[in-house]
């Protein structure tokens, strides 16, 4: 018997393995609460022009929280690059990813100006 990615469905999340040894620079389009049956409520980020999202783990949430905000709408936009690597697991290496915040959104847009810039030194 074979699982739902053996006949072609595919998983909509993100796998350790799909990243394994390789890099991806994406940009965080949406950030959903999905509750897990065996892993309780997690958000799921999801990418711009991206198939797949990814779940995060406490590890990568802890990363986000203290590069950006703890709450997680404040995510959205943000540059992060995501990094397939081995990591120890209860004594033993296994695969996992990683998220590092590449850069934050603009927070204001440059308008043009053409008046004057009034002096208000008394």
Not at 37 to 54: I, M
Request: hydrophobic residues 40%.
């Amino acid at each position: 018997m074979g699982t739902r990615e053996d006949y072609g469905y595919g998983s909509r999340f993100l796998r350790a393995e799909d990243l394994a040894g390789k890099t991806a620079r994406v940009t965080i389009a949406a950030v959903e609460d999905v509750e897990f049956d065996d892993r309780g409520l997690k958000p799921v980020l999801h990418f711009a022009g991206k198939k797949k999202a990814l779940v995060t783990n406490a590890t990568n949430f802890d990363a986000l929280a203290a590069a950006i905000s703890p709450r997680t709408q404040d995510w959205v936009g943000h540059v992060i690059t995501l990094k397939g690597e081995k990591v120890l697991f209860k004594g033993k290496l296994v695969d996992s990813i990683r998220v590092t915040v590449e850069s934050k959104p603009a927070k204001t847009q440059d308008v043009p100006f053409d008046g004057e810039i009034p002096d208000f030194a008394a």
